[in-house]
């Protein structure tokens, strides 16, 4: 008989992923880490770690895939499907990882009889959108979704896919921004601000909302550990700032003194047509491109996660300053 409960994380490579390994062996789980043969397995060294590599894109291959991992007598008691792209060459390949691929896994799960007992998708807020500027109310787990960009469109199809099935044991979790070690996409803003660079593009009064690592990962745990089942929760650390407040903690913390400077939106508007234009031939995004500017256009990025806290007892341990100090103490 098996001791301890297994879980399976997908994108175990990546932020979120290699801390919930890290997490899932300190409670205790039995954990499968799902790479890529290119994947880094830089923070994944534990020797406990099973490491598997699934083909998303090809069912036959997964359900074989599946199929013998069930002959060998695996069971995933609990899945957290986590990878995906937050940066891809174009819609079609946000919708192939984000969507596509998290259905594959879901059917191929259902042919071969490998249905966990809790299927955690990490969505992301961006699949309801930012809330309505007018009013600037946060949206909530009751806000009708309605995404406005290719990212947060992809995630939006993935769970419309969970939802519709007749009773897979889905939880769905929208987290907003996440920041801590290992995270690559801040750290560019950290590190502009060390250097005295102060860039916001449109405005610097757009809210926006934040949730630390660790706090997610505890929270993801939570949720497998619940009775909850085809439930779907925004999560955020409950604050709400401007894109400035969250850079004067950044400067607090370094020490640093920085001119702000706003970019206009047209100016961001103008510059992200030129590059789409350019790179449309060639199939590929570039990095500031239009579903960029829909973010940074829209004011409210702002949630109001108070659906998970009731239902899970959720209480974030990490205010923003303390998860600031912590992430840069660690980079
Ligand atoms: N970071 C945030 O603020 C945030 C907020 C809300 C939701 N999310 C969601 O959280 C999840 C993890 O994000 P992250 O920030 O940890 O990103 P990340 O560091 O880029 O990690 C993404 C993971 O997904 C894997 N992956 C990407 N494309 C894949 C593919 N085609 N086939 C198989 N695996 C693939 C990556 O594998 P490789 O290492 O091989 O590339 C990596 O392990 C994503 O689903 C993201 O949408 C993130």
Redesign the pocket.
């Given at each position: 008989m098996r001791e301890a409960k297994s879980v399976l994380i997908?994108?175990?490579?990546?932020?979120?992923?290699s801390h919930l390994v890290e997490e899932g062996l300190r409670r205790g789980y039995e954990v499968y880490a799902a790479?890529?043969k290119?994947?880094?397995r830089r923070y994944l060294t534990d020797s406990r770690i099973r490491f598997l590599e699934f083909d998303?894109h090809t069912p036959e291959a997964l359900d074989r895939q599946l199929s013998s991992l069930r002959e060998e007598g695996v069971r995933f008691d609990f899945i957290v499907h986590?990878?995906?792209?937050?940066k891809a060459r174009s819609r079609n390949e946000f919708d192939l990882?984000?969507h596509l691929?998290t259905r594959s896994l879901v059917e191929s799960l259902e042919r071969n009889g490998m249905v966990p007992d809790k299927f955690v998708f990490?969505?992301?807020?961006a699949a309801i959108g930012p809330g309505n500027p007018e009013t600037m109310q946060p949206v909530s787990d009751d806000t009708p979704p309605h995404p406005v960009e290719s990212y947060g469109l992809s995630?939006r199809a993935a769970e419309v896919f969970l939802q519709s099935t007749a009773d897979f044991p889905f939880l769905i979790l929208r987290?907003?921004?996440?920041y801590g070690p290992r995270?690559t996409d801040y750290q560019v803003v950290y590190r502009n601000l060390g250097k005295g660079f102060e860039f916001y593009a449109g405005s610097s009064g757009q809210r926006v909302s934040f949730l630390y690592i660790a706090d997610l990962v505890r929270v993801i745990y939570q949720a497998i550990e619940s009775d909850f089942s085809r439930k779907t929760w925004v999560v955020s650390d409950g604050s709400n700032y401007t894109v400035k407040e969250f850079s004067a903690r950044v400067k607090q913390i370094l020490g640093k003194k920085t001119i702000p400077v706003v970019v206009p939106l047209p100016v961001v508007h103008f510059l992200a047509s030129i590059l789409d234009a350019a790179c449309r031939p060639f199939g590929k995004m570039p990095l500031l491109n239009r579903d960029k500017v829909a973010i940074m256009g829209s004011m409210n990025w702002q949630c109001d996660p108070s659906g998970i806290m009731n239902d899970l007892g959720f209480s974030p341990r990490y205010s923003l300053e303390e998860g600031l100090k912590e992430t840069l103490s660690r980079n």
């Open positions: 997908t994108g175990a490579s990546g932020f979120i992923g790479i890529r290119s994947s880094s998303y986590n990878a995906g792209v937050t990882i984000n691929y990490i969505s992301s807020l995630k987290p907003t921004g996440v995270e």
